[in-house]
T-cell receptor, first 113, second 113 residues
Framework: GIQVEQSPPDLILQEGANSTLRCNFS?????LQWFHQNPWGQLINLFY???GTKQNGRLSATTVATERYSLLYISSSQTTDSGVYFC???????????????FGQGTILTVHP | NAGVTQTPKFQVLKTGQSMTLQCAQD?????MSWYRQDPGMGLRLIHY???????DQGEVPNGYNVSRSTTEDFPLRLLSAAPSQTSVYFC????????????FGPGTRLTVT
């Protein structure tokens, strides 16, 4: 099946710093999403971005599907940005589980005041 | 719109007990799915449904049953709970096909003793 690798696994920042999270995937995809899992465990949709670039406030994301990677940019980080950031992809190669999103292992972000 | 809702938020079961985890969405989404999240294992697809009356197995279906009698609801049943089913369960939905953006519920934290 498709492999999804995220880097870095852990990231510690001071409030106000910028960061870039990376997601590499091993096959072509129909769907790519970025999620933030907050400290209460909720999965918050950040971006639906199978290709191209999107921005939402301090966050932006870019997916280069032909090179099989996606980047999530966080600018002027805040303590509320802390949590785990997941990249999830839906392979278009078919397989045993239709519609299965394959998640990366996540990047644990800690923002200190 | 309430989005995707799940009940209960927390549940403790004894081995062998049965229960139903509820999932509902008010976005008229056709595709719904259940995942479980375990440390070190990420999120794994249990069952999914492409519309009312149609369900299929994901990658870890053993010990779980589902049905989809309405577009809005997609309950997950544990027939005889086992400690290996201790996990956080997430329900997700998307419009029409999983290639569209998928939205996750807040999760149910289940402990089986």
């Amino acid at each position: 099946g498709i492999q999804v690798e995220q880097s870095p696994p852990d990231l510690i920042l001071q409030e106000g710093a910028n960061s870039t999270l990376r997601c590499n995937f091993s096959d072509s995809v129909n769907n790519l999403q970025w999620f933030h899992q907050n400290p209460w465990g909720q999965l918050i949709n950040l971006f639906y971005i199978p290709s191209g670039t999107k921005q939402n406030g301090r966050l932006s994301a870019t997916t280069v599907a032909t090179e099989r990677y996606s980047l999530l940019y966080i600018s002027s980080s805040q303590t509320t940005d802390s949590g785990v950031y997941f990249c999830a992809v839906l392979s278009n190669a078919g397989g045993t589980s239709y519609g299965k999103l394959t998640f990366g292992q996540g990047t644990i972000l800690t923002v200190h005041p | 719109n309430a989005g995707v809702t799940q009940t209960p938020k927390f549940q403790v079961l004894k081995t062998g007990q049965s229960m139903t985890l509820q999932c509902a969405q008010d976005m008229n989404h056709e595709y719904m799915s259940w995942y479980r999240q375990d440390p070190g294992m990420g999120l794994r697809l249990i069952h999914y449904s492409v519309g009312a009356g149609i369900t299929d197995q994901g990658e870890v279906p053993n010990g779980y049953n589902v049905s989809r009698s309405t577009t809005e609801d997609f309950p997950l049943r544990l027939l005889s709970a086992a400690p290996s089913q201790t996990s956080v369960y997430f329900c997700a939905s998307s419009y029409s096909r999983p290639t569209y953006e998928q939205y996750f519920g807040p999760g149910t934290r289940l402990t089986v003793t």
